[in-house]
């Protein structure tokens, strides 16, 4: 009887940083992680796994304590977050992440230099789709010419409203170390786009890049000749 009361108190840390182990360790596999880090951030990943695993061998080691309320709450801390993660695999900030966090054309778009990095300029000069973070930070770079761009579409009633019943909302979520701080950077299009289309399909959109000046601000505008659904992108995130 007293080996069945032990049970929990000798093997809930190793089987919990166990848990954390395989949950963290299955983001490696097909880069899942890029759904939550920065790409340059699976050192870190690959650092706490070492680290999960250090845990572990010293918590089979320990001498086990009595399993109180104190042994339960800290089960409980560690838990709940393990839970939130495996119920977030798979999933990436989308159109009503959208509405919750964006501050309107001037939160990424308050650049107008033409000054663009070596990186970018060789993407536009070759056909590629443009990132479309490029087009908020360098519009008079683009303006007046033919662009290809991916992004996640919203309809947003405002816009509406003020550019035309036709027009759009295409986005990239921009993130600095994690999907915590991800800020979205986002162009205004103009017909091309079946209205029909449900909130949050990625699109691959081309046509004619016009930046508008509405309230001494360039806003990014996209006049589109063709739109096509697109796969979402193995790095759905911008840096």
């Known amino acids: 009887m007293k080996l069945v009361r032990d049970l929990p108190a000798r093997f809930w840390r190793p089987l919990l940083l166990g848990a954390w182990t395989c949950a963290l ?9 890029l759904n939550y880090l920065r790409p340059e951030f699976v050192v870190l990943l690959v650092l706490g796994l070492l680290v999960l695993l250090v845990f572990i061998f010293s918590a089979i080691n320990a001498r086990p304590k009595a399993f109180d309320l104190d042994q339960a709450t800290r089960v409980l801390i560690l838990i709940l977050p393990l839970a939130c993660l495996c119920m977030a695999r798979g999933t990436t900030l989308d ?77 990239r979520f921009v993130i600095n170390c994690c999907v915590a701080d991800a800020v979205p950077a986002a162009i205004i299009v103009d017909n091309g786009i079946p209205c029909d289309w449900p909130e949050s399909t990625w699109v691959r959109a081309s046509g004619r890049f ?21 796969p979402k992108p193995q790095q759905p995130y911008l840096y």
């Open 210 to 230: 016009a930046p508008r000046n509405e309230s001494d601000r360039l806003i990014p505008f996209l006049h589109a000749t063709r739109a096509k659904q697109a």
């Open 95 to 171: 159109a009503n992440a959208f509405q919750h966090r964006w501050t309107g054309m001037a939160g990424i778009n308050g650049r107008s230099d033409t000054v663009m990095d070596d990186e970018t300029r060789n993407a536009s000069g070759s056909g590629e789709d443009i990132p479309l973070i490029s087009l908020c930070r360098w519009p008079k770079a683009y303006a007046e010419s033919t662009v290809t761009v991916v992004g996640m579409l919203h309809r947003d009633p405002k816009i509406a409203a003020q550019f035309g019943a036709n027009t759009c909302v295409l986005f």
């Open 25 to 33: 360790g299955s983001l490696l596999p097909g880069r899942a992680y």
